[in-house]
């Protein structure tokens, strides 16, 4: 990164806790009007009595929509794209804050009554990236007799499964995230362009894993003794050390959001806008675990496994730190029938501080952004 990239990326960092800041107060005014509306409380299962015509031909017209704005039980389904940001510093190996690409799954159900106010849940899950930098390396003896099964001759040897050659990977950026809110919604009387707002304040949880993986490979001399001795590298061995050090560092943030939806209907289309400011304490948990795996071959060759030792050291620790941040998505839904639409759109989440990435419990407090693509479909929305 040059130093003109570095004073963007500061000035960036510096300003946007105040765009926060100014989205969160805007939806604070909105939520402020919202509450002079009767607060809804769970419905029956039969409220709604829905025809179930969900492949009734679409009723628009050319420049707006025919029909009043849904209400009703609605479903969403998105099928997420998006490049989540690298840890700092060694924990990426200082790769900077190039960010890596991973799909997801987000669900979205609630329902919207006649009295303009509503209830939705919605979970969104991650299940990458997994980026790692990996180096094949063999072992002292690449076949050796006691890999070897008794009394038959060996199949060939595939190099992603061979006893005698170790992995050696370094993780750049491994980590999944999930997220799900409970929210109450209000709809506003609808602006004189046909466009609605709906507010929404509500609970929201989420879990933030990132995995850090550091191995080593060292071959070495023994001493007078016959001891391995890690202070004189020796190619040829006859001791032969694998270390692997793993850590999961959890992030369990619960906390509430204020936000809202902006819509309005153009023709057979729906374009959408969402924004939510969210604060949650994040209970932290971290476990290191280093597995160490020494070998000492012996023979006229050194073709036979004269000693294996294993050792496992583990550490728990934990912390408490405060999460703020927001999410912005941007979508555009075509209808296909009265009920049934396939959209596409983009998002943005940034959690702004607070998260645990490395394999230290006092380095706790780095921030994660995730932005990229959706697409999936929408029933009654």
């Not at 107060?25 to 009595?49: C, H, K, M, W």
């Not at 492949?55 to 490049?83: C, H, K, L, M, S």
């Not at 995230?177 to 507010?199: I, Y």
């Not at 050792?311 to 912005?328: K, T």
Request: aromatic share 14%.
């Amino acid at each position: 990164m040059t130093a003109s990239d570095a004073l963007r990326w500061n000035r960036t960092m510096s300003i946007r806790p105040l765009i926060w800041l100014a989205a969160v107060l805007a939806v604070v005014g909105l939520a402020n009007t919202a509450s002079a509306q009767r607060f809804q409380p769970f419905i029956d299962p039969g409220y709604f009595e829905p025809d179930f015509q969900f492949f009734a031909p679409a009723e628009v017209g050319d420049f707006g929509g025919g029909d009043p704005p849904n209400t009703g039980v609605y479903f969403d389904y998105d099928r997420t794209y998006v490049a989540m940001s690298r840890p700092d510093g060694e924990d990426s190996l200082f790769s900077g804050f190039d960010g890596d690409f991973t799909w997801g799954n987000r669900w979205e159900l609630g329902y919207m009554t006649e009295e303009q106010t509503g209830w939705q849940g919605v979970l969104w899950h991650l299940s990458g990236p997994n980026v790692y930098v990996s180096n094949i390396v063999e072992r002292i003896n690449r076949i050796n007799e006691d890999d070897l099964p008794v009394n038959d001759e060996p199949d060939p040897i595939i190099a992603d499964r061979n006893p005698r050659i170790y992995d050696v990977r370094q993780s750049l950026n491994v980590a999944s995230m999930s997220s799900f809110e409970f929210n109450k919604t209000w709809r506003r009387k609808q602006f004189h362009n046909g466009s609605v707002l709906e507010p929404l304040a509500g609970f929201r949880y989420m879990n933030y894993r990132n995995f850090k993986r550091r191995t080593d490979y060292d071959r070495f001399a023994e001493d007078i003794n016959g001891q391995p001795d890690p202070f004189t590298p020796d190619v040829e061995g006859p001791y032969e050390q694998f270390t692997e050090d793993f850590s999961v560092f959890e992030n369990f943030m619960i906390g509430g959001q204020l936000g809202g939806r902006w819509f309005q209907q153009r023709g057979k289309w729906l374009l959408s806008a969402d924004v939510r400011f969210f604060a949650m304490h994040n209970f932290q948990y971290l476990k290191n675990r280093t597995d160490i795996t020494l070998t000492r071959y012996d023979g006229p060759l050194g073709d036979t496994v004269d000693l294996e030792l294993n050792e496992r050291f583990q550490s728990h620790d934990n912390a408490n730190q405060f999460v703020w941040g927001g999410e912005v998505r941007a979508e555009a839904a075509y209808s296909l029938t009265r009920d049934i639409s396939l959209q596409f759109g983009m998002v943005f989440l940034d959690m702004g501080q607070g998260i645990g990435r490395s394999d230290d419990i006092d380095d706790n407090n780095e921030d994660v952004q995730i932005a990229g693509l959706t697409f999936g479909v929408t029933v009654n929305r």
